[in-house]
């Protein structure tokens, strides 16, 4: 399996640290507001990531991170009067319900920064320690210059950086660049503060994430880091600098980064009116439909998304749970068992393929693409006079399969039976009725059948009851 490494730019084997175990550390909220779409994807993409390990064998070690002290909450907490951690709470809580509707799985631990203050002021005093940062009256500074490999993953040169990038002035540090560790701050100016041993005041940004992830990792380099794009710099390049200059070790082995969102082809911003929140795209689409869409774009590509799009992803699904139903019903049809050499080798090879690319740097659009190519195979097997059975049984596997690693629900196959059951009933009540010519009654089900969205279809072998 490989994957594409940010630090490195190059396609790279994965073998992680020990045999067997994944630390994986992801870039967590700061809920400050309702999370949005562009959250969404980022941990849509890694969720996907994450269960294709655990598919593989691998035990994985799942850390996010909550930045509930950060100058959006406090600035939120100014305008509403609010407790800033209470605000907090409240937003992360209402991500992860929509996270949940999304079918994500939930982290092994979510660090919040109020509750590591300790560790991040040992991680401070750590970087000073070696030489690192020092002490300005505004507050404790990480010295760029000492640390001879910054910019290494976001490809930029420090002068590079004072040029491109505003870098917020301060007449106390040694250089513009230099980033905060520790804001000094007096007592009853913001809502939350900390005591530390260079004053009253709180962590910066970056030093947060450093702090955490090798708190949780037991001070181990983490196999994997993700987060969006628009992290790689400065967060991301900060967070190197600081780790390796605190702990001495490499901080990251595989970075990886999800590409952007857009909507309609726009960037999405609030002032645009085209900001779109989790818990609006929830109340119109099945979220099973959005996370689709998502997984039907590799995880580092940008994803555009607009009510076509997840239309698309809506007509994909339905296409998915038609041809298991399929399946399903081939399974139970008591048709002639036959061996077919011919249909066992191309649904290996569509598993193969789907496979193939998921080794190769998680490409879901890939896979995806290969899943359609071996449910039109298993489709056309289905609908066949003969059936081969055992091989229907390794295809209805590789659905299974196909549902835990992309993490799309279907309905359980005992409750879609019995609904089968019931439909095909009243389908041979309705044919009866036809056949007795009484059309009022039969043109009745057909309604409360659509009604309750369902069509009736005519097929070679009669007329289905399908889901619309």
């Known amino acids: 399996m490989k994957v594409y490494n940010t630090l490195t730019k190059k396609l790279e084997e994965f073998s992680p640290l020990e045999d ?7 870039c967590g909220l700061t809920p400050y507001d309702h999370a949005h779409l562009g959250h969404a994807r980022t941990y849509v993409s890694f969720d996907v990531i994450k269960r294709y390990l655990i598919y593989k064998g691998y035990n994985v070690i799942h850390i996010q991170n909550i930045t509930d002290v950060e100058d959006k909450i406090i600035n939120r907490a100014k305008e509403t009067k609010k407790n800033p951690l209470e605000l907090s709470k409240a937003f992360h809580s209402e991500a992860l319900s929509l996270f949940d509707s ?5 982290a092994d631990f979510y660090p919040a920064v109020s509750e590591h203050i300790p560790e991040i002021i040992e991680a401070i005093k750590r970087i000073i320690k070696n030489g690192y940062a020092y002490e300005t009256e505004t507050g404790v500074y990480f010295n760029v210059a000492r640390f001879k490999k910054y910019g290494r993953l976001s490809g930029q040169r420090v002068k590079e950086i004072e040029e491109k990038h505003r870098i917020e002035p301060d007449p106390t540090k040694k250089n513009p660049v230099d980033f905060a560790l520790w804001k000094k701050t007096k007592k009853g100016e913001e809502p939350i503060g900390f005591e530390s041993p260079w004053g009253y005041g709180r962590p910066g940004w ?18 994997i880091h993700g987060g969006a794009k628009d992290l790689i710099f400065p967060h991301h390049e900060n967070e190197i600098a600081q780790s390796e200059a605190a702990f001495k070790t490499q901080f990251v082995k595989y970075w990886l980064h999800t590409g952007f969102l857009t909507v309609e082809g726009v960037k999405m911003s609030k002032s645009l009116g085209n900001f779109i929140t989790i818990k609006d795209a929830l109340s119109k689409h099945d979220p099973r439909s959005i996370r689709l869409l998502f997984v039907m774009t590799k995880y580092s590509s ?3 998304y607009s ?16 041809g298991f139903t399929l399946l399903l019903e081939a399974e139970r049809s008591g048709k002639p068992n036959k061996v077919d050499p011919g249909f066992r080798k191309e649904i290996h090879e569509k598993k193969s393929k789907f496979f193939e690319a998921m080794d190769n ?4 659009a890939g896979a995806v693409a290969s899943f359609f190519d071996f449910i039109t195979a298993v489709n056309k097997h289905a609908s066949g006079n003969e ?10 596997q590789f659905y299974n399969d196909v549902f835990f690693i992309l993490g ?7 409750a879609r039976a019995e609904d089968s059951a019931i439909l095909n009933a009243v389908l041979a009540i309705r044919e009866d009725l036809r056949k007795a010519r009484q059309f009022e009654l039969s043109d009745r089900i057909r309604k409360i059948l659509s009604e309750n969205g369902y069509e009736i279809v005519d097929t070679p072998e009669g007329p289905k009851v399908r889901k619309k």
């Open 361 to 364: 740097d998680f490409d879901t």
């Open 102 to 106: 999304l079918n994500i799985l939930r």
């Open 302 to 304: 940008p994803i555009d």
């Open 206 to 223: 970056h030093i947060e994430c450093s702090a955490m992830s090798m708190h949780y990792s037991n001070g181990r380099t983490l196999d």
């Open 408 to 414: 799309i629900e279907i309905k359980k196959e005992e």
């Open 387 to 396: 059936i081969d059975y055992s091989a229907l049984k390794i295809a209805k």
């Open 20 to 26: 067997g175990k994944v630390i994986m550390y992801v």
């Open 307 to 322: 009510e076509k799009h997840v239309e698309g992803a809506s007509a994909a699904l339905k296409r998915i749970e038609e």
